[in-house]
């Protein structure tokens, strides 16, 4: 019975690991309910979200306040405020040299939803646990929570296609891609310097067979706002916005991009 439990358990790492949703088995809405990826298609493009099972098993009365949440701008979010918290913690190794997925697996055990923030659940002293929830059966020290602020979308669900309402022309579909792809060449490099793979923006030109000029004007990109990257995703953002236009003199404060961006 051991060995099988020890093999499901295996399936399931790997079915996770197999799976875009990084937050999977760790995201509850502010009632408890489990909130569990899904997606949508539009236009070509596939949207992904995650959404409480309370709403998607029919139960909309017993849902928490915030029921469905664009995946990207919250595990965008989440990454960055863990990163930021552990990299303030003298004891705590270096965050940024681990990917995503393996930063959420080995720190985060739970996250609650709320409409003005992110309740963070952090594993005690990073210990990453084989389930999600093995945390908190038989916790070892106190948890220790954080908060990350965040203002929740107001989505409107029509025919099952999720959307802000909104009046602005529509950002194109090839507008789209071409930022989401300068978006995440940025992030890569980003991680590329922080992994040691590259030593320089230099050499991370020489490798894009492009100048460096043109590497340091995207590399900024790797710093978007969550919100913004969600606009984008769901093509909400200004029609009118450019490569170049938005990674031009960047500011570091997401306000401030933001602001710029209009949004």
Not at 37 to 56: D, E
Not at 75 to 100: I, K, N, Q
Not at 139 to 166: D, E
Not at 242 to 249: I, R
Request: glycine share 6%; charged share 25%.
């Amino acid at each position: 019975m051991q060995a099988k439990r020890a093999a499901n358990a295996v399936d399931r790492q790997v079915r996770l690991r197999g799976s875009a949703a990084i937050l999977t088995g760790r995201l509850f809405d502010d009632r408890g309910n489990r909130m569990s990826p899904t997606h949508t298609n539009k236009q070509g493009a596939r949207y992904r979200y995650y959404v409480s099972h309370a709403l998607s098993q029919n139960r909309k009365a017993e849902a928490g306040s915030i029921a469905r949440v664009p995946a990207p701008e919250i595990e965008s979010l989440m990454c960055d405020g863990v990163r930021r918290y552990l990299g303030s913690m003298a004891e705590a190794g270096p965050p940024t040299a681990l990917a995503d997925r393996d930063l959420i697996e080995r720190h985060v055990a739970r996250v609650i939803v709320t409409p003005q923030a992110l309740e963070v659940r952090l594993n005690p002293a990073g210990e990453q646990a084989e389930e999600p929830s093995a945390s908190e059966q038989a916790p070892c020290r106190p948890p220790i929570t954080i908060k990350l602020p965040w203002i929740a979308p107001s989505f409107v669900a029509i025919k099952g296609i999720l959307h802000a309402p909104s009046t602005k022309p529509a950002m194109s579909p090839e507008r789209r891609d071409a930022l989401l792809a300068a978006i995440a060449k940025a992030r890569g490099w980003i991680e590329g310097i922080r992994l040691g793979r590259f030593a320089s923006f230099a050499e991370i030109a020489e490798h894009e067979a492009q100048g460096e000029r043109h590497i340091r004007l995207l590399a900024p990109l790797a710093l978007l706002s969550p919100r913004i990257i969600a606009a984008i995703v769901n093509a909400t953002a200004p029609a009118d916005l450019t490569v170049a236009g938005l990674a031009k003199a960047l500011p570091y404060s997401w306000a401030e991009q933001e602001r710029r961006t209009r949004l």
